[in-house]
């Protein structure tokens, strides 16, 4: 297939296998313009809103902030900094609800805004951006945040070093998925920005070409990313078919370049890069104002919402604070969706945060979106492999992770899996497959990282014993050569000679010689009783009568019997 990608050029085009063609229910959110929001009372910042460590809370309760400031960050190489939405005072940091499938919390930063949204000094702009280091712009990404805002989050900085040349840049601006419509609003209203980010991205990777990549049902996006084009850039604006899922990011390369990104590999590996329209427009926002990550643009939709639309939305906004102000609920929905129907998940509650991650908001009714019926046995029908876009075998694949038969599972590459949900909504059994699959990825993950800790600890292990008998050998080695010297030395030792013993003879009578005449001397010294009172005379001369009377017993009793 060739479709027009820029004035007078054509572009060749694959396809891939499976996807469908779903409705897209897109015009429930489009008929508005992008809106802005008021400012709750309080906003819950999550620590962690990316895949890597979690960031850490560098500031205080009762302390006040300013918009854009960081409140949160990591040493640790893959993570992303967290920065204040607004100005005003943290309240505490606590453990909060968080958007996640399991309805478990996190460590959040509580903020109640101020009303001022008064901006901490940000960095200077880095205007000419094309004199620029890749690594200060990579620092600059880093600095301000910034994830995939596809709903990946894996910290851009890194994604942006892939250590290999890159001939392909790849905008993606399909947005597959049904309902959500945050990127082609963007796109509409704010093209200058998404093409001023693709032009940084591409001097930062040195590309050879840039594509932008967005669906023919939007072609207001596309007329607007079209009129933003200059002649001497090497870079595309291309019209793709309107196929789910076409927006990820595997699915999209092939479209794009006819390339099969390898299993458990990544693009750099071909010589491509995919980043989000979002993330493109925030990495212009950072490094042309400086402005971190703050707000993200967000779909609020579906007959259960009053007013559906897109909204520009801080982090940390409440889900029911945003929906409120989308004019609150109405026609009883039934559910509450992070995310498009096909890939988001049940929320338990609407007290959960906007986070960088988060692009739509779905509320459908029971009429709209039916509860799935109770699954039944499989058939065999293999409809889920004709769909599957990553070329799997679904069936096989449930079976194993039923049986909770991890390794066997692994091996029909569960990890290319990107949970699409293709397999599951043509399943005629109503097997919820994607959820079983994910169950084995995260037992996958579990086993992996008890793997890495029992080997961590075997080599702790291991390394303590080498360290206990080296000592050991050590101390050996000192008492053997200590018995050796011990036993060279009288060996050593010459043995004395005639004079040597004449000598130390004549030392000994020396010796007792002086002895002799000091004890000769000191009986021979007279008292001095000159200087004696009478008393001390009488009590010499008294213990002199005792001695002397002692020394006559003596010698009686020494006398022979007659």
Request: glycine share 2%; proline share 6%; no cysteine.
């Given at each position: 297939m060739y479709v027009e990608s820029k004035k007078g050029k054509t572009r060749?085009?694959?396809?891939?296998?499976?996807?469908?063609?779903?409705?897209d229910h897109k015009e429930v959110s489009l008929h508005s313009p992008l809106q802005s929001v008021t400012l709750p009372k309080r906003l819950v910042v999550p620590l962690q809103q990316h895949i890597g460590v979690t960031a850490q809370a560098c500031v205080k309760p009762g302390e006040r902030v300013l918009k854009g400031q960081l409140i949160a960050d990591s040493a640790a190489p893959v993570t992303a900094p967290l920065h204040a939405p607004t100005s005003g005072s943290v309240i505490e940091i606590v453990e909060h609800a968080i958007p996640h499938p399991s309805g478990l919390s996190g460590h959040c930063i509580v903020i109640e805004p101020d009303g001022e949204d008064s901006w901490v000094e940000l960095p200077p702009p880095i205007s000419d951006y094309r004199q620029a280091s890749a690594d200060t712009l990579r620092q600059r990404i880093r600095e301000s945040g910034i994830v995939g805002m596809g709903g990946a989050t894996f910290p851009s900085a890194i994604k942006l070093n892939p250590g290999k040349p890159i001939k392909t840049l790849i905008i993606n601006g399909a947005e597959c998925e049904p309902y959500i419509t945050c990127d082609d609003r963007l796109m509409r209203d704010q093209a200058a920005k998404v093409m001023d980010g693709a032009r940084i991205l591409q001097h930062l990777l040195q590309s050879e070409v840039c594509?932008?990549?967005?669906?023919?049902?939007?072609?207001?996006?596309?007329?607007a990313m079209f009129d933003e084009l200059r002649q001497e850039e090497n870079i595309e604006v291309v019209r793709i078919p309107t196929v789910y899922p076409s927006g990820g990011e595997k699915q999209l390369i092939h479209i794009l370049t006819g390339q099969e990104v390898p299993t458990s590999g990544l693009p750099a590996q071909i010589g491509t890069i995919c980043h989000n329209v979002a993330t493109t427009a925030a990495i212009a926002d950072a490094v042309l104002q400086g402005r971190p990550l703050v707000s993200r643009l967000v779909t609020v939709t579906g007959e259960g919402i009053k007013n559906p639309g897109n909204y520009e939305v801080p982090i940390g906004m409440l889900a029911s604070d945003l929906i409120e102000q989308a004019g609150g609920y109405q026609n009883n929905p039934q559910q509450l969706i992070l995310g498009g129907p096909m890939m988001g998940f049940d929320l338990s509650t609407d007290r959960v945060p906007i986070t960088k991650g988060s692009n739509c908001i779905l509320c459908p009714t029971a009429e709209e979106a039916p509860r799935p019926e109770p699954a039944q046995a499989c058939i065999r029908c293999g409809r889920c492999a004709d769909v599957c876009p990553a070329h799997l075998l679904p069936q096989q694949m449930?079976?194993?992770?039923?049986?909770?038969?991890?390794?066997?599972?692994?091996d029909y590459n569960l990890f290319d899996c990107i949970e699409c949900g293709c397999c599951s909504h043509v399943c005629p059994s109503h097997i919820p497959l994607v959820h079983y699959f994910r169950y084995a990825k995260a037992e996958s993950w579990a086993l992996e990282q008890e793997r890495r800790e029992s080997e961590h600890a075997k080599q702790r292990h291991d390394f303590r014993v080498a360290r206990l008998e080296r000592l050991e050998a050590e101390r050996k080695a000192r008492l053997r050569k200590k018995k050796e010297n011990l036993k060279a030395k009288p060996a050593a030792k010459k043995p004395p000679t005639k004079d040597d013993k004449e000598s130390k003879q004549a030392a000994i009578q020396a010796a007792m010689k002086r002895a002799a005449e000091k004890?000769?001397?000191?009986?021979?010294?007279?008292?001095?009783?000159?200087?004696?009172?009478?008393?001390?005379?009488?009590?010499?001369?008294?213990?002199?009568?005792?001695?002397?009377?002692?020394?006559?017993?003596?010698?009686?009793?020494?006398?022979?019997?007659?």
């Open positions: 060749e085009l694959w396809s891939f296998h499976g996807g469908l063609h779903l409705p594509l932008i990549a967005i669906e023919d049902n939007k072609p207001e996006a596309i007329l449930y079976w194993h992770s039923r049986a909770k038969d991890l390794e066997k599972v692994q004890k000769a001397k000191q009986s021979q010294t007279p008292k001095n009783t000159e200087n004696l009172t009478a008393a001390q005379q009488a009590q010499i001369e008294a213990v002199d009568e005792r001695r002397k009377t002692a020394t006559k017993v003596r010698e009686n009793h020494s006398e022979p019997p007659a």
